[in-house]
């Protein structure tokens, strides 16, 4: 602002209002007019003069009035910004503090979080160490009780045994002073027989006479009969007679009846000891499970899977036969008299009772197995077969007499233990007159059961070991002998059993028939099929003559006629 100038009156004449207004421009007229102007004029000129100086007091009032408003608008303002930014100060201050105390708070708790993971990771380590301790303590308390229960239990063992041979030597002593009274008791009625041959010479005549005409008729049956093999050596008068059983095949048949109720006796017993060792009793359930699971994995159509299974059988077999805690078993006690070592063969041979037990286990899942699968399809009885004859051929499991020079081909084997079971299931494959069929069991699942009994029974005694060295232990003689006591039983004696296993016996075994007996072979089909149905049609009771086997071995025939290019009539 210029020296002199007030604030007030700057500008006083430069507002657009004041230069356009009528006071103004009378004033610039009136200044413009000649100084000789009339009193009125110039009074007129002082009241404006006087009213406009009004107006510039009027004005400076009101920008001072401005300028105080102003000046104190501002100082509020100022006192409002202080105000502010005392707060703002104060604010900060307080958020500062906060977050100090925060830190601290939280510096604190992290310190006190760490100490008690510290303190919690100390006492997790005392209560391992502590639980580690007692594991120890308490496992070698373990391990000194099974070794007390183990050492007892090998006393007990040694006992038994001990007492075992005890017995079986008693036994054997008994067993031989029998045979010898037996054998003199038979010489005596010998000699007595042959004292009372003269008296009875006339009676022997007449009896002469009545044999010839039983020796023709003999002649003429058996020229119509199954022509056995050289390997077999049967009475033909006795297998066209219509006489009971020959006395030795019902003996040998009651011998393995016997011996399988030892064997379920046995394998309870072996059981309920196998429990008083904990690590024992786990391998004896683990090798049975083992042996069932892999019987019932075998299949028709899977040679990779039932290679596989087999092998995993006879893994478990040799283990067993390797097993040194089960107490031995004498051979002679699961064979049957008739096949049954010498008593004085020295050492008697033994086997683990472990490898008994699981050749039982073996025979029971081997026969659940066939009645279960051949139901429907005779075949699925190929794979067990190979399976049992492949486990029963090994050279630890058949036993041969020492005496005999050069040795016998057939050794006795612990094959019998699954005879035992066919004897009892399936009794018509042996001679006896028996069923085999079991109370519980109705008629129609008696027979199904034969379906798959004749099926595994053809499949393990017609199996070819002439390009192998191990010993076959069930020879086809047996498969022979089974179907000429079927044949050759009378007509009307004939059972529906019989004949569902000659069936099934026969359905799948022709072509090795024919392999191991050629010509013969195919006279003893003819036999078996056409002459069998024939002398049923002919003579047997109506009830046989009615049922579907009698029929199915007609299909049987017709089959072999398309498949095998041959006609048995």
């Known amino acids: ?249 019902e003996t040998h048949h009651q011998e393995y009846l016997a011996l399988h109720q030892r064997l379920k006796k046995f394998r309870v017993d072996f059981w309920e000891q196998s429990k008083s060792v904990k690590e024992f009793k786990t391998k004896v359930g683990e090798m049975r499970r083992e042996i069932k699971k892999a019987v019932g994995q075998l299949r028709i159509d899977g040679p990779a899977e039932n290679k596989e299974a087999m092998a995993k059988v006879k893994r478990v077999v040799t283990l067993s036969l390797q097993d040194t805690f089960s107490p031995p078993a004498p051979v002679n006690d699961y064979l049957p008299p008739h096949t049954q070592l010498p008593s004085s063969t020295n050492p008697m041979p033994t086997v683990p009772s472990l490898t008994i037990y699981v050749l039982s286990i073996l025979s029971k899942a081997v026969i659940a197995l066939s009645i279960t699968s051949c139901v429907d399809n005779g075949k699925s009885a190929e794979a067990p077969g190979v399976l049992i004859a492949q486990v029963f051929s090994q050279a630890a499991l058949q036993f ?49 059961r034969l379906v798959g009994l004749g099926a595994l029974y053809a499949a393990i005694s017609l199996r070819n070991f002439s390009k192998t060295r191990a010993l076959n232990p069930l020879p086809p003689t047996h498969f022979w002998e089974s179907t000429a006591l079927i044949v050759n039983t009378p007509p009307q004696e004939i059972q529906i059993g019989q004949l569902i296993l000659l069936k099934f016996m026969l359905e799948n075994s022709a072509e090795r028939i024919v392999q191991f007996w050629g010509a013969t072979g195919v006279a003893m089909l003819k036999e078996a099929v056409v002459g069998t149905r024939n002398r049923v049609m002919q003579g047997g009771d109506e009830s046989v003559r009615n049922h579907q086997s009698v029929k199915a071995l007609g299909i049987l025939e017709e089959a072999w006629a398309k498949g095998m290019l041959f006609r048995l009539s």
């Open 1 to 249: 602002m210029a020296r002199g100038q007030s604030p007030y009156t700057d500008g006083l004449y430069s507002s657009p209002r004041q230069r356009s207004s009528p006071l103004m421009k009378r004033e610039s007229s009136v200044r413009r007019e000649s100084p000789a102007r009339s009193p009125a004029q110039h009074d007129l000129v002082n009241f404006f003069d006087n009213l406009n100086l009004q107006e510039q007091q009027h004005a400076k009032v009101y920008y001072h009035q401005k300028f105080i408003f102003q000046e104190a608008l501002d100082a509020k303002q100022r006192i409002k910004a202080e105000t502010d930014e005392l707060r703002l100060r104060e604010s900060k201050a307080s958020r500062d503090s906060v977050r100090e105390e925060a830190e601290a708070a939280l510096q604190a708790h992290i310190e006190e979080e760490r100490r008690r993971q510290q303190e919690e990771e100390r006492r997790k380590q005392q209560e391992e160490e502590e639980r580690q301790r007692k594991a120890r303590a308490e496992q070698e308390a373990t391990e000194a009780e099974e070794r007390r229960v183990r050492e007892q239990t090998e006393k007990e063992e040694a006992a038994k045994r001990a007492e075992a041979d005890r017995i079986r030597k008693e036994d054997e002593q008994r067993r031989k002073a029998a045979d010898d009274a037996k054998r003199q008791e038979d010489e005596r009625k010998q000699q007595e027989q042959q004292q009372q041959a003269e008296k009875a010479r006339k009676d022997a005549e007449d009896e002469a006479s009545r044999q010839e005409q039983l020796e023709q008729q003999r002649k003429a049956q058996a020229a119509a009969a199954l022509p056995p093999p050289s390997a077999l050596s049967a009475s033909p008068a006795a297998a066209a007679s219509s006489q009971a059983v020959p006395a030795h095949i």
């Open 400 to 448: 041969p007499d020492p005496n005999q020079n050069p040795p016998s081909p057939h050794p006795a084997s612990l094959i019998s233990i699954l005879l035992a079971k066919f004897h009892a299931c399936a009794p018509q494959l042996f001679g006896p007159d028996a069923s085999g069929q079991k109370s519980f069991i109705p008629e129609s699942g008696h027979y199904d």
